[in-house]
């Protein structure tokens, strides 16, 4: 086949083939009857003959499609084809061909077509779509007689068997013999992947959440899914080999409650990041128990292009940054409280605070102030975003729009709400300024939302009103579905590649004043992340009730809030009216293909002119920048071959190498898995996604997993499903009190196909993990020994107390080692599991000899913790929380021990009584009382939205019984 043929057949689905095709100059307005001087030249196009293979026994259909060849708009001299028209051969369709003698095009060069100074010999070809009048017909000029031959041939070859009814109104109508050009006919134009704004919660958002809910017998919405996964799959594939390169920037972001103050003090520190030495204000690398971060640079070397196996593309990459000096690219700074006179809150349209705002972080940057320049700035009352920029890429952005939406007294007044600035940045090519480059789109919101300890619910309210109302024009119109009214379109903040919040969020710490004052003065590193466990904001992420998907970084600074000079404090400076919080925050979301790593999170504790204290971060952001022409490009050839999802012609053929899967033996903490394997048999690419067996049904159950849970699969190609189990506390709590056989049935769906089953089975070996104290109590033996869950001891006949745990104490009351280095040292993870096999199965502990014995020592510390963390109901039943909270003596806390149930005495008194010596054996014995306390009262008397109770009284409970 030619090479006119192989470009059409990058067009088509494998259902359709090509005949024929020829390249031919489009004459507009010319007839067969045109003389050479009617002639008007320079119009490439294809004519090639496609035709679909009788369905269900039915003759072949041809259609002539009219196709357009582009360049790639790049150096690469590659081109692009598409669709321009699509004539069904009916028995009204006709074509003729006309010699003729003419000045001619050279349609065979590979650049563009040129005017020959000579005469030349060819064919004028007219097409005429069916019954219509002669204007309406199509004629084209080529000198390739033998191919033209050939497929004026096969035209009237596929007229003379083709069906009558062809109707013509419009844009082409096709009847039902014609059904398979509706797929070309409503996809004439494809996406082009680098206009399109996604919304970057649906980016981060896992492929199988995205679809539609379904269950064996409902398969849910089939085009919805099959347009997410094809989407899914074009834009990955397409970036992922698209030769693109990498750009560094670097980000300074900070937000300050300025409390209606002008600046007083030298800004620098904040500003520059200089000078941060002191309390609050420490650099880190760990990521916050918020949620892991993208962090690092998002590379991808080499990867073959799909859509050419015998010529692939390579995805290229090389990295650039601006210039050579570390200093930030942008910095952007947040604003509130900028101005809290009455008159502002109603009427304000003063420059005077943002100018001196303005000139302040000028002055911070001392003679660096040379380099930048404002870029943008948006000011709602007392809220301002601005931006700052090197000098040298203001070019580089473009797109930058403003929005500001006010949530302050009765919804309308601006003294809270959000200001936000999105923007696009496109590096400089410095490889071709002629290249089109795809930008990168950021958004940044400074927002106040509602004060005071109480109005949790009210803070999430206004995020969600700021969130919805933000919003920038697209410059786009949207048509109703009417047809008849337009409306303007518009972005939201989450449409974009990076999202950053910096905010005076107002969310504070749910514990009483005096708790988070003595928590803070107390000299243990993990002081900050026991108040976290409190802070408002965590909560509002964890319930989903507000930033969900939301980042952000380790917090390792003292609280922002609130500080009043002149007013009582108390040692650390903190007002003794106002509780402290962390009310000034950074937080984030980006594409996952951007590199993010945040370098710095602090507080600026010696900027002191306001009741807040500023916070500031440093980012690191790798961008891929992609030829705009070359993605669009591949995107376009990637549509094409994976859109007959949409509407498919055949039966997508999914098959599964088995039916049934055997993990075997499966046990506590220990993964196992197998592979399922995935062949697409059939002519058409398929997706496929895993779903409910039935509709109350989980995906799968909490001891086993799926990766990947959905996908698209070409034809002839195969995906490997890892199926997956580990038994963690949750799933072990369940698995305790269940039969040892195991069973699951997953339900694969091929999307317009049919259900596939595999039944999935293991054996489960009990174990003391993750077991309730009076299950422990009546254990005849072993946890490995029960043959069934309810194997078990009578009531009467109960232990005093768990043996497994017993044992676990015992050993280390009589280890030869420093007991100093118990629950505060990292342990060895493979002794551990020998320790807890020992238990499950009753048999002696045993170890190497080249084992140490402090080593098998702080694994033994390691197990109890996990044990006390892994039982189901905490040591003291919480309903008893409120009553140890209230305990203020070690007399007290001892009388107390009557209302407890016995298997809780018991336990409680033999762990505190081990503590207690471990105690005794340290040489600061009240430090490492306050030590244990800190790490085993949260265990023992866990948090309980029901009984809350202080995290400070819970130690102080506990410690009665250590000291």
Same mark, same amino acid.
């Given at each position: ?28 307005? %010319? ?215 990498? &750009? ?46 993208f962090t690092g640079i998002n590379t991808v070397l080499d990867q073959k292009s799909p ?15 601006? *210039? ?14 900028? *101005? ?21 972080? @000028? ?7 040379? @380099? ?24 580089? &952005? ?23 600035? +999105? ?118 992420? +964890? ?143 398929? $997706? ?36 997956? %189990? ?74 005093? $107390? ?20 118990? &629950?505060?040292?990292? %342990? ?36 109890? @913790?996990?044990?006390?963390? %892994? ?28 209302a407890f149930p016995p298997a809780s005495v018991n336990v409680w008194i033999s762990f ?47 410690? &009665?019984?250590?000291?």
């Amino acid at each position: 086949m030619g090479f006119m043929e192989d470009l059409v057949r990058t067009l088509l689905r494998q259902t359709e083939l090509v005949d024929v095709a020829i390249e031919a100059e489009y004459l507009p307005g %010319a007839t067969a009857a045109s003389t050479d001087s009617d002639i008007a030249l320079g119009n490439r196009r294809i004519l090639a003959v496609v035709f679909h293979p009788g369905s269900f026994g039915g003759p072949e259909e041809g259609s002539v499609f009219i196709c357009k060849r582009t360049p790639w708009g790049d150096d690469t001299g590659l081109e692009d084809v598409e669709i321009d028209r699509i004539i069904p051969i009916s028995d009204a369709f006709s074509i003729s061909m006309a010699q003729t003698r003419r000045n001619a095009v050279d349609l065979h060069g590979n650049t563009t077509a040129s005017i020959l100074n000579q005469s030349q010999a060819g064919f004028l070809v007219t097409v005429v779509p069916g019954e219509s009048t002669e204007e309406e017909s199509l004629t084209f000029f080529t000198d390739n007689t033998q191919a033209l031959r050939v497929l004026v041939a096969e035209c009237k070859r596929f007229k003379d068997q083709a069906p009558g009814g062809a109707e013509f109104v419009g844009s082409y109508q096709a009847p039902e013999p014609f059904s398979w050009l509706r797929h070309y006919l409503s996809r004439t134009k494809t996406p082009q992947l680098s206009s399109l704004a996604w919304d970057i919660r649906v980016t981060n958002t896992p492929l199988h959440a995205q679809l539609s809910p379904a269950s064996a017998g409902s398969p849910g919405d089939d085009k919805f899914d099959a347009t997410v996964v094809q989407h899914d799959w074009v834009s990955k594939t397409a970036k992922a080999t698209t030769t693109r390169e990498q &750009f560094q920037l670097k980000l300074r972001v900070g937000t300050f409650n300025v409390n209606g103050c002008i600046p007083s003090q030298d800004l620098s520190s904040w500003i520059q990041g200089t000078d941060t030495t002191g309390v609050g204000s420490i650099d880190l690398s760990p990521v916050s128990p918020l949620g892991s971060a993208f962090t690092g640079i998002n590379t991808v070397l080499d990867q073959k292009s799909p859509i050419e196996p015998e010529t692939p593309l390579t995805a290229k990459t090389s990295i650039t940054t601006i *210039d050579e000096y570390d200093l930030p690219d942008i910095f952007v700074f947040g604003f509130q409280e900028l *101005d809290l006179s009455t008159e502002a809150l109603l009427y304000s349209t003063s420059t005077f605070r943002e100018d001196t705002w303005t000139t302040a972080i @000028l002055a911070a940057l001392g003679e660096k102030a040379t @380099l930048y320049e404002k870029l943008a700035s948006k000011q709602l009352v007392g809220m301002l975003l601005v931006i700052f920029t090197k000098k040298e890429i203001v070019g580089c &952005f473009s797109d930058i729009q403003v929005s500001s939406a006010a949530a302050g007294i009765m919804g309308f007044l601006g003294n809270k709400g959000g200001t936000a600035i +999105r923007l696009a940045f496109t590096p400089p090519d410095t490889k071709d300024s002629t290249r089109a480059l795809v930008p990168t789109v950021f958004t940044f919101v400074n927002a106040h939302l509602a004060a005071f300890d109480e109005m949790y619910e009210k803070r999430n309210a206004d995020f969600q009103d700021v969130s919805r109302r933000l919003t920038f024009p697209t410059g786009s119109v949207q048509v109703m579905d009417n047809g008849n009214a337009t409306s303007a379109s518009a972005y939201s903040i989450y449409d974009c590649d990076v999202l950053i919040w910096l905010v005076y969020l107002n969310y504070r710490l749910d514990l009483p004043d005096q708790d988070v004052r003595d928590i803070l003065d107390s000299q243990y590193e993990d002081k900050l992340e026991t108040l976290l466990k409190y802070d408002q904001l965590r909560k509002a992420i +964890r319930t989903k009730k507000a930033f969900e998907g939301f980042l952000e970084h380790s917090i390792t600074h003292l609280p922002t809030y609130r500080f009043s000079p002149g007013l009582p404090t108390d040692a650390l400076g903190y007002d003794m009216k106002r509780k402290p919080a962390w009310t000034d925050r950074v937080l984030y979301m980006h594409d996952p293909s951007i590199g993010f790593h945040q370098t710095s999170y602090t507080g600026h504790p010696r900027i002191t002119f306001s009741d807040h204290r500023p916070v500031a971060t440093e980012i690191d952001i790798t961008i891929n920048v992609y030829d705009k022409g070359q993605l669009d490009s591949i995107a376009r050839k990637l549509y094409r071959q994976v859109d007959v999802l949409e509407h498919p012609s055949l039966q997508p053929a999914l098959r599964l190498n088995t039916d049934s899967l055997n993990l075997g033996t499966i046990s506590y903490r220990r993964r196992v898995s197998q592979e399922l394997r995935l062949e697409n048999t059939g002519k058409i690419p398929c $997706a496929y996604r895993f779903i409910r067996p039935e509709d109350e049904a989980p995906l799968y159950p909490e001891w086993l997993n799926v990766e990947p849970l959905a996908g698209l699969i070409l034809p002839g190609e195969v995906v490997n499903v890892e199926i997956s %189990a580990y038994v963690g506390d949750k799933a072990a709590s369940e698995l305790n009190l269940g039969p040892k056989e195991l069973e699951w049935t997953f339900v694969v769906h091929t999307i317009y196909g049919r259900d596939s089953f595999v039944g999935v089975t293991a054996t489960y070996e009990y174990t003391c993990f993750a077991t309730n104290l009076d299950r422990l109590l009546r254990l005849k033996g072993s946890a490995r020994s029960l043959t069934s869950p309810d194997d078990l001891l009578p009531e009467e006949n109960a232990r005093n $107390a768990p043996k497994d745990f017993m044992k676990l104490i015992n050993w280390l009351m009589g280890a030869d080692t420093d007991l100093n280095v118990l &629950f505060t040292t990292s %342990a060895d993870e493979n002794l551990v599991q020998v320790i807890q096999e020992c238990l499950d199965t009753g048999e002696e502990f045993t170890f190497s000899k080249n084992e140490e014995k402090t080593a098998i020592a702080i694994a033994f510390g390691a197990t109890i @913790l996990q044990f006390l963390k %892994a039982m189901p109901d905490p040591v003291i039943p919480a309903s008893l929380h409120t009553q140890c909270a209230q305990v203020t003596n070690r007399d007290d806390a001892f009388e107390l021990l009557e209302a407890f149930p016995p298997a809780s005495v018991n336990v409680w008194i033999s762990f505190t009584a081990f503590l207690h010596f471990v105690c005794q054996s340290s040489e600061d014995t009240d430090a490492r009382v306050v030590q244990l306390a800190m790490i085993f009262a949260p265990i023992l008397l866990r948090d309980d939205d029901a009984y809350p109770v202080s995290p400070f009284k819970r130690r102080r409970f506990l410690s &009665f019984f250590m000291s």
